[in-house]
């Protein structure tokens, strides 16, 4: 009987979503210009009125239309967007795209392995590239996202995508760039979901955090002398002591941020970026002097005592920008990957609390991709780099005005339509009837 | 008086009844002490507000024969003088388990259990009430021993488990005598917000379940004393006979003190509550239960906050409850509150005298603390002759102490319990303490005693300030020293003893390492001096002010309703008028006065409005904050008798967040976790006031319904489910039988109240839920359903125009768009996401433009929450339908203001801006439905809830109270004075689905 089951279960999955699923774009073999549109470049700069072109997948050309000498008959199509905004891709950092599809079906879920030091779990191998989610990111600008494996003290080794692709091959923009460590918190937790108890000190704090030490430090040895007896696990660290990788610590409390700056810069680990954050505020002294960014926590989150400002998720951004640190949003947490087509509100949201809207924009743009080790391709429209963004009809920050027109993934015309804007156009058709 | 005395005294071998008479004695022959005990020369408390200076307490076996100034003693007494000490009645603690233990845990499988297996007791195994602790009651002398240590003599005991535990009994603090093991049995009846361990019956898994299991219970026991059962149910008939006991509730917090309280109203009793220490907090209310109260005295250690890491990850509420709850007696009295005085929850009880002493410190009245130890808990528990006191005929249940019992240095001496003494310490032991000069082998060392009178300790050091190793031991006025001996190769000791009868001088046999004997001698050369610090500890803190609530952001005061006058400002009626430029709104006694151009009133207060936007308060459809203890009452497949309303928390800071994100209404609903779910409570988030204050006026009735995955338990990870419905098919099936089962329900009370009074039906028993159910029949409830998938939307509007009602709203109906047509041809309104999908099977077909195309349907839609964080900016939501669909701006606003209140049937008063509605509205920096707007004023019914500019003043104090809070709890462990390691307490942002026990 159960094997029955399973059999129609594998005969039945084909058929569950691959309703109106989209098809990735074709290479694009034109030369493409974009006229007149305000461009938010995604490095600070606006021009109100734009030339911006691309060729080959790549940037030609990003200038004032009223400075700038330009044939547009250089160009195969010329797109007219007088009113629209144009913006770089958006980049998701820290993200579980591709490894869950639903998130209460365990059969779906790809996003946590065992073990508690598991640097060689890879998570780029899992992601589907024909996520149903990925479509309904990208529909609001989010083009490009890290995926990143959960659970456990390292959880693995996360890879950075583009959004549009056939499979996990087409859609890798950089492989196995970071490792990701979640850092031992300085509370716990005494009871469980259903019987909440206390939340007290973390008595093997020291313990927790001298095994993270002794780990990478044993990593390092290893990686030092080539050994000949393989260990996978101190082989996949390689990259951060030789500074190809990055290590994104998650840690929020500022002891917690201290503790990990000390051990990374002790152990020669080159790059280091603080994700979470939330009492980073308190330590950007010592983020600046380190020159180590932080992928913030979400925006739309609660404080997490009674007494912060009601407002501290949503100013952080601004309090940390203002100190000098680089700032980057992630939007890690319940729902994140339905949630993660939020990403540009939840900068809007930062512009609100202090930012200048184009600092804001940085937050989920050049910030990200330079935290990313990706600003040399992407983050920002300047000449040279892949032609990744959109047009909106508005400022992309803001709900009321984030309505895509058209968006280009390495110059590809991506598809903006999803199985949600296809049950819209159906059911529509069903009350036209 | 003296003839009275005579007549006393001549009467009582006759009315001595000798209640060992009958018991045989083969262990040896008849010796009972018959005779009587005199304490003379004892200022004697009678009762804490009538003391006798040089007085005499006369006892005989276990009773008070007489007390006064001048009492005959009769020959056969043995006189105890008690020159220069104080009597006072024993302490009472009438909340304890003492001698009960809890009953063994269930062990058996972890799968719920929904229906009881025991069989002739009541349907709920957490009801106990047929339990009477008496019959598992066991003198714990080793408890006892520290209870009388601390004073007490007597205590009220009870089986601490369940929601109804049954009796309690009074039992002595002593087994000397055979008889008197109970002083008075089936005194109490205990009830309590706790699941029994012995079940793991599902139901109830949350408060409001309690509540209503509770109000079912009274309900079912009337129905019972009328005769009404064909069956025997024990529990029951022990609620009917013990209905005139004491009724003891342990409400264990002040919120849950005012909920108990209301219980009692409805059904007429008279409860004394229990209460946690947090009764000042909203003393106010407390006060207006009139109930009477026993109150803990386990105030909180400061907690060690010398790591600065730690601390700034603690919370400030509570900090601040650790600086004011030593203050809650002191509170408590002087709003004329009566309360008795327990030991409960003290983590050891040798710290009782020293809790209760910071108390008085903290400026509680010491006569009301030895009335609340003495005469209340008597009175209370409806024993104000025999106990508490020394009147004639009291139980002889005393304490003799060397002095005021609330001076700290005031030794307690001897607890007499029905007569029998127990020593505490020996009144008759000399106090060594002090400094000497210690004689011995011709040598001359200095020799220290300090630390407490009955285990003194010794320091002992050379001429030359060398320490020697020395260790006393005082017994019976035995002085014991060992001193090691000089020889530093081996570990060799003299003894010195000596019987001490003269303090400033004793002297004794001194046997020395080698076995020879010699001579030593003490002489005092000054006595101990008080430490620094020991005086330092009676120092106070700075108490902190209560705010409303108790809680960051809280107001010192509660805000007050205000006459404001918004000029030039951008207003968004939600009228037919629209977004109106350039306008001026007055509003006065809480309700919107005006609209219009160049409005004046002189007693307005004027707020520019220029580049302003004034709007409504945003009303979340579907909201779980604010409530106490479990969101889903998810032990029956059915619970239309459970209702939020009762577990309103007033005391939640997303109150305060909600309101500073223009949210003045939210409906609180209960959680999906069953098909029939709870009723549910609409609440205007006036910050600071009590629950009830917060609930609508003449709320209309709602309850939740839910379909789909949560109710058929598809997450819920059990192995075995036994809970009917497991799928879609058994959903519709839940309602037919409890909508058909409603209906027979309502035929049958409407044919009885029609009958008239001669008729001869008898009343049906009164079915909570089944009333609730009748009143959706009857229209006069209404249903919000949780509901994802188009069949089973289908499905409840079919059930529903069965049974000749609509559904109200369908909450989160995520494929409502895909039945828009037959949703409007049903009148049901949708309040939904406006972007959720994906977390699981049934959100599939979930799509952002579902509120859109059920707008252009003519559906009324809602944007709600479910979602704390959400709820905060639902303005950011609602501009998602312009985003997804092209609603317009004025129709987007609308899904987070006048739709939900249309949903809700509060569209006559809030909802939208006209004149004579309530003034519930909202200031912003900008237009709401951007995603740069911010709050500034959120206002209800004319009274300012959040302000930012006051909000940023608050900021600043709760630094600053933190950081003060921080300096004296330093100062704490600076004293040497016990602290708790830092925590603070896990919070639960409820969903739909969160469950709990």
């Known amino acids: 009987m159960k094997k029955n089951l399973y059999k129609i279960a594998f005969l039945l999955l084909p058929f569950l979503g691959m309703e109106a699923q989209q098809i990735p774009a074709p290479k694009q073999s034109k030369s493409i210009l974009i006229m007149n549109a305000t461009a938010h470049l995604g490095n600070g700069e606006v021009i109100e009125n734009s030339v911006i072109g691309f060729k080959d997948g790549k940037l030609t050309l990003v200038a004032d239309a009223r400075v700038v000498r330009f044939d547009v008959s250089a160009y195969d199509q010329v797109i007219q967007a007088e009113g629209k905004h144009v913006y770089p891709g958006f980049i998701a950092p820290n993200a579980t795209l591709g490894l869950v599809e639903i998130d209460a079906v365990k059969a779906s879920d790809d996003e946590n392995e065992i073990g508690t030091f598991t640097p060689h779990v890879r998570s780029i191998i899992a992601y589907n590239s024909e996520s149903r989610i990925n479509e309904t990111v990208r529909m609001n600008g989010v083009l490009l996202a890290q995926i990143t494996p959960r659970g456990g003290r390292i959880p693995g080794t996360s890879s950075i995508v583009q959004l549009d692709a056939w499979t996990w091959e087409d859609a890798i923009v950089k492989a196995d760039d970071g490792i990701h460590l979640n850092f031992p918190s300085t509370f716990r937790r005494s009871g469980w979901w259903a019987e909440p108890g206390t939340i007290e000190a973390n008595k093997e704090y020291t313990k927790q955090v001298e095994e993270i030490k002794t780990f990478f430090a044993l990593a390092k040895a290893y990686v030092s002398e080539s050994s000949s007896q393989k260990n996978l696990t101190y082989e996949a660290t390689k990259g951060l002591f030789e500074g190809s990788q990055t290590l994104f610590v998650t840690a929020n409390e500022e002891k917690q941020i201290i503790d990990a700056v000390e051990f990374t810069k002790a152990l020669g680990i080159k790059k280091v970026v603080i994700v979470g954050g939330y009492q980073a505020n308190k330590v950007t002294d010592l983020l600046k002097k380190n020159n180590i960014p932080v992928l913030l926590q979400r925006t739309h989150s609660l404080p997490m005592l009674d007494e912060n400002d009601v407002d501290l998720p949503y100013k952080l951004a601004t309090l940390l920008t203002k100190a000098g640190v680089i700032v980057g949003l992630e939007n890690s947490g319940d729902m994140e990957r339905m949630n993660t087509r939020n990403l540009p509100f939840q900068a809007g949201t930062c512009a609100g609390y202090g930012l200048t809207k184009e600092q804001a924009l940085q937050l989920i743009t050049l910030n990200t991709a330079k935290i990313l080790g990706i600003d040399s391709q992407f983050g920002s429209l300047e000449v040279g780099k892949q032609a990744t963004l959109f047009i909106s009809e508005g400022d992309a920050l803001d709900m009321r005005t984030n309505k895509l027109i058209q968006a280009f993934i390495q110059g590809r015309n991506v598809s903006l339509e999803s199985h949600q804007t296809n049950l819209y156009k159906k059911y529509k058709e069903r009350y036209n009837q | ?997």
């Open chain 2, 1 to 997: 008086m003296k003839k009275l005395l005579f007549l006393l005294l001549l009467g009582l071998p006759f009315s001595r009844l000798a209640a060992q008479d009958y018991f045989p004695n083969n262990e040896s022959v008849r010796n009972e002490n018959n005779n009587f005990t005199a304490f003379t020369n004892a200022k004697i408390y009678v009762t804490p507000t009538q003391v006798i200076e040089q007085g005499t307490l006369l006892i005989r076996e276990g009773k008070v024969i007489n007390v006064g100034k001048s009492v005959a003693l009769p020959k056969n007494c043995v006189v105890y003088n008690m020159e220069g000490k104080t009597i006072y009645p024993s302490f009472i603690d009438m909340y304890t388990n003492f001698g009960v233990a809890n009953p063994a845990a269930y062990s058996g499988s972890r799968e719920p259990l929904y229906d009881t297996k025991r069989k002739g007791f009541y349907w709920n195994e957490h009801i106990r009430s047929e339990v009477n602790a008496s019959g598992f009651y066991k003198y714990d002398s080793a408890k006892a021993e520290e209870f009388l240590k601390a004073g007490f003599g007597v205590v009220n005991t009870h089986m601490a488990d369940g929601v109804a535990r049954g009796t309690g009994l009074i039992v002595p603090l002593s087994d000397e005598s055979k008889t008197n093991k109970i002083l008075f049995d089936k005194v109490t009846q205990h009830f309590a917000f706790t699941r029994s361990v012995t079940t793991n019956q599902a139901y109830p898994s949350s408060l409001m379940g309690m509540i209503a299991l509770l109000k079912q219970m009274y309900h079912d026991k009337n129905w019972y004393k009328n005769g009404n059962s064909t069956y025997k149910d024990s529990s029951l008939e022990a609620l009917i006979e013990n209905e005139k006991l004491v009724q003891i509730f342990a409400a264990e917090d002040k919120l849950n003190a005012l909920r108990v309280a209301k219980i009692g109203k409805e059904f007429g009793i008279n409860y004394i509550l229990k209460g946690s220490g947090n009764e000042f907090e909203r003393i106010d209310d407390i006060k207006k239960t009139n109930a009477k109260f026993i109150v803990p005295v386990n105030f909180p250690d400061a907690y060690d906050v010398s790591d600065p890491y730690q601390a700034n990850q603690m919370e400030l509420a509570d900090m601040r409850f650790w600086n004011q709850a030593p203050t809650n007696l002191k509170v408590l009295t002087e709003n004329g509150v009566v309360f008795a005085i327990t030991t409960d929850k003290l983590k050891k009880l040798e710290d009782f005298k020293s809790k209760l002493l910071k108390a008085i410190k903290y400026g509680f009245d010491k006569t009301k603390a030895l009335e609340a130890l003495t005469t209340v808990p008597a009175s209370l528990l409806g024993k104000p002759a025999e106990l508490g006191n020394l009147k004639n005929g009291a139980y002889a249940n005393f304490i003799v102490t060397s002095g005021d019992f609330f001076d700290e240095k005031t030794i307690l001496y001897e607890n007499w319990v029905l007569g029998n003494k127990y020593v505490v310490n020996d009144m008759n032991s000399k106090d060594v303490r002090g400094n000497y000069e210690l004689t011995f082998d011709n040598k001359t060392y200095q020799l220290k005693i300090e630390g407490e009178l009955s285990s003194p300790k010794a320091e002992v050091k050379t001429s030359e300030d060398k320490k020697v190793n020395a260790k006393l031991s005082m017994a019976n006025n035995w002085f014991n020293l060992l001193l090691k001996s000089d020889d530093s190769t081996k570990v060799e000791f003299h003894r010195l003893m000596a019987l001490v009868t003269d303090t400033n001088q004793f002297s004794g046999k001194a046997t020395m390492a080698n076995g020879t004997e010699s001579y030593w001698s003490a002489k005092k050369t000054s006595v101990t001096e008080k430490k620094a610090e020991e005086t330092a500890k009676l120092e106070i803190n700075k108490v902190f002010p209560v705010t409303f609530p108790n809680l960051p952001f809280g107001n010192l005061q509660k805000p007050k309703q205000e006459t404001l006058l918004f000029k030039n400002v951008t207003v968004w009626t939600n009228e037919k008028e629209g977004i109106l430029k350039e306008t001026d709104v007055l509003i006065k006694n809480g309700k919107i006065a005006a609209i219009g151009t160049n409005l004046s009133d002189p007693s307005a207060k004027v707020i520019d409005g220029k580049g302003k936007h004034l709007t409504n308060g945003i009303i979340d459809e579907h909201s779980h904050i604010a409530i106490s203890r479990g969101v889903n009452e998810s032990g029956h497949n059915a619970t239309a008798e459970v209702t939020i309303e009762d577990v309103v928390n007033s005391d939640d800071i997303n109150i305060y967040r909600n309101l500073a994100g223009g949210v003045t209404t939210s409906q609180l609903l209960h959680g999906s976790a069953n098909p029939i779910g709870g009723r549910s409570a609409i609440v205007k988030w006036k910050w600071g006031l009590s629950p009830d204050e917060m609930i609508y006026k003449n709320s209309p009735q709602f309850i939740k319904f839910a379909l789909g995955e949560n109710v058929k338990q598809a997450n819920w990870g059990i192995n075995n489910p036994t809970r009917f419905p497991q799928t879609r098919m058994g959903v519709e099936q839940v309602f037919m039988d409890y909508f058909n089962r409603a209906k027979e329900y309502d035929e049958a009370w409407k044919a009885f109240n029609a009958q008239g009074k001669k008729g001869k039906v008898k009343a049906p028993r009164v079915d909570l839920e089944l009333q609730t159910l009748a009143e959706i029949i009857n229209k006069k409830r209404f249903i919000t359903c949780h509901s994802y998938v188009q069949s089973e939307i289908l499905m409840l509007m079919r059930v529903a125009e069965k049974f000749g009602f609509r559904v109200n709203t369908y909450t989160h109906i995520l494929e409502g768009y895909k039945v828009a047509n037959e949703m409007k041809e049903h009148g049901v309104g949708a309040s939904t996401f406006s972007d959720w999908w994906a977390y699981k099977y049934e959100v599939n077909d979930a799509i952002p433009y579902n509120g859109a195309l059920l707008h252009n349907q003519g559906v009324t839609v809602a944007y709600n929450s479910d979602d704390a964080e959400m709820s905060r900016r639902l303005n950011q939501e609602a501009a998602k339908a312009v985003k997804y669909g092209n609603v317009s701006e004025e129709e987007a606003w609308k899904f987070v203001t006048l739709n939900p209140a249309k949903l809700l049937h509060i569209d006559d008063k809030v909802g939208s801006i006209k004149v004579g509605k309530d003034a519930d509205l909202v200031l912003w920096n900008d237009n709401p439905l951007s995603v740069y707007a911010k709050a500034e004023k959120t206002m209800i019914e004319g009274v300012v809830y959040f302000d930012i500019e006051t909000d940023e003043i608050q900021r600043a104090n709760l630094a600053k109270e933190k950081s003060e809070l921080i300096m004296q709890q330093l100062q704490e462990k600076n004293k040497g004075m016990i602290t708790q390691e830092p925590k603070k307490k896990e919070k639960i942002e409820y969903h739909c689905d969160t469950l709990e026990h």
